[in-house]
């Protein structure tokens, strides 16, 4: 099942920089290696926010939630999900 994921991050104005940069860190190594593993299919940057479009291949709903909730950024995160499916008109096979 094919997922769009709008995140967009608002980390507290007064969190510990040395905090917020772990966070960030151990955030990209988990969006790296689910993006290995084919789950995180796409990821991209909404410029000029600290936000990201995202495309998820996950078996189910619930295996989307227990990803998302286990981001490191989670707690800091509103979300927007989408449910998609392969488009009539689209050429390719891989869209599913």
Not at 10 to 30: F, G, I, N, Q, R
Request: charged share 25%; glycine share 4%.
């Amino acid at each position: 099942m094919l997922f769009h994921v709008e995140m967009t991050v608002s980390l507290p104005l007064d969190m510990a920089p040395e905090v917020a940069s772990k966070l960030k860190e151990d955030e990209k190594a988990m969006a790296q290696e689910l993006q290995r593993k084919g789950v995180w299919r796409h990821l991209w940057r909404v410029a000029g926010r600290y936000a990201n479009v995202s495309i998820f291949d996950v078996e189910s709903p619930a295996q989307l939630h227990d990803i998302l909730s286990g981001l490191p950024l989670f707690p800091y995160m509103s979300m927007e999900v989408r449910a998609l499916c392969r488009h009539a008109s689209s050429i390719h096979a891989s869209d599913e």
